[in-house]
């Protein structure tokens, strides 16, 4: 029965075992023929040793056979060109020097699918390649180390996620439609698709869905799914097609969900802090501590000003201010109580007496880095609600499927959504955010 490479360890000298995998290295030494094999879980070595057997004609005939046969292996796995697929039939040899403790003596040796001779990258770590060259290969750069422990932490951080909102807190896990025919938030980033006689879009974000669920009576609910951004963005922080964690929560305000999102946050860095995995990304987590620092707009304006970043009350966040901010704060923080006019029609006005519509209850979490989650209290009356579809300059007619649950029985409700690359990224401590993504999306990309 087949075996992955690290299942087999020295103590199963002189066992018969079954491998499978791809060749990773080969090295001649004249004499003896090493080739490395890669499975998913690790590698193994495979050992041959070369016969002299030339001239030796006082040998039996028997021996002679066995002889050839075995030059035969050893020329079959000398040309076996890299990352050719392969299954290894032979006995276990513990072997200090070797990856895991032992070699394999092989005694069948099958090409399942040979690769070429010349290979887009290299993938035992020893040849760097651009970023470019490797998405433009992402199925080979997959098979290198730090991109599989990439990709395995991202698993692993979607698993968490489920975990806690589903396990733990009870949500609701949905899906919604991705092709729609309003916009999330009116502007320009949407990508138009051609939808039989009619134009639609595809979604940015699950926004009006999520809170139209509110109606049903489902009260905690979550998506994990692609949002759609048309942004001409060349950036190292965006995609035009990225995931988004979405989470929408009745009868209660951005307090409730703040501390929902903080919480979560906390149990994805511990789940990975713990993953064997992330020390061969050279990275170490530290957990961030309950509760995360809050500021308020006004706090981080100040904070902004005093830092001689220009910034004037109203402004949204760009950028540059991000990395002022986060350079001072140095922690994941919410930047909390945003102005009105930064901020979507859906996210509630704050209360508070004499603040008329000045500032909502919005709030963004951040990375020192950049941005992770926005999120706020919505807007839960009909009549405030359209009127704030107004006022941003967008027809309430094109919103009639959002606005009617309104009218019959909507809880007052908050969310957030939380970008699954961003969080991974900056927990990965990668520069650019392609690397999270498996076949990435850009202005420049569209295939793989
Ligand atoms: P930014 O200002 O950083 O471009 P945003 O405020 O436009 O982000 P939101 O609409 O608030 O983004 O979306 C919620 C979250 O989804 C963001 O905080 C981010 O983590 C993620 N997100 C949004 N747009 C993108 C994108 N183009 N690429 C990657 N992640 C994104
Ligand atoms: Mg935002």
Redesign the pocket.
Known sequence: MRKYATEITANDDGERVCVAGWVHEKRDLGGVFFLVLRDRSGLAQITLHKHKGEGKAEQEQEQEQEQEQEQGLFERVRKVPRESVVAVEGRVKSERKAPNGYEIIPERFEVLSEASQVLPLDTTGKVGAELDTRLDARFMDLRTERTKEIFLIRSLVLKAVREFLTAERGFVEINTPKIVSAAT?GGT?LFPISYFEREAFLN??PQLYKQILMASGFDCVYEIAP?F?A?E?DTT????????VDVEVAFADHEVVMKILEELVAAVYSEVANYPGLERLGVSLNVPELPFRRVTYDEAVELLSEAGEEIEWGD??G?SA?HRLGEQIGELYFVTDWPCATK?FYAQPAAAAGEGERICNAF??MHPR?????GSQRVHSYELLKRKIEEKGLSADDFEFYLEPFRYGMPPHAG????????LMTMLEVEN?REVVLFPRDRRRLAP
């Open positions: 938030e980033a940015q974000s949002i951004r942004e963005h922080k965006h995609l035009n097609e990225a995931t988004s949204d966040l950028t991000e979507p963004d979490l950049m941005e992770l989650a926005s957030w959504g939380l970008g699954v690359e961003r969080l955010i």
